[in-house]
C-alpha cells in the first residue's frame, strides 16, 4: 500500500501510527475528526492527494488503519 510506504518514510511515522491505533472519536470518525497536528494534517494532505474524496476519503482512512493495527500487532506477537 502506497501510502504505508509514505507513513513509514515520513519522520512523524511514530505520531501517524500512534494515531491510527487509537483512531478518530467515534462521533465524529475519519470525515469529520479535527486534524490538529503535524501528522494528522500529513495524512488529510495524503490521502487527499491520492485523489481520496467524499465517503472514498474516509474509507481510506479505515484501509490505513486497518493495515496499521495488522502490521502493529504482528510486530508485537514477535
Known amino acids: 500500500m502506497e501510502a504505508m510506504k509514505c507513513i513509514d518514510s515520513h519522520e512523524l511515522k511514530d505520531d501517524i501510527i500512534q494515531w491510527y491505533l487509537e ?6 470518525g475519519f470525515m469529520w475528526c479535527p486534524y490538529d497536528t ?21 474509507v481510506m482512512h ?3 488503519q486497518v493495515a496499521v493495527r495488522k502490521r502493529e500487532a ?4 514477535k
Open 23 to 28: 483512531g478518530p472519536p467515534d462521533n465524529l
Open 38 to 58: 503535524p501528522a494528522k494534517k500529513y495524512m488529510q494532505k495524503l490521502v487527499s492527494s491520492m485523489g481520496y474524496d467524499s465517503s472514498a476519503y474516509g
Open 62 to 64: 479505515r484501509n490505513i
Open 74 to 77: 504482528k510486530v508485537k506477537g
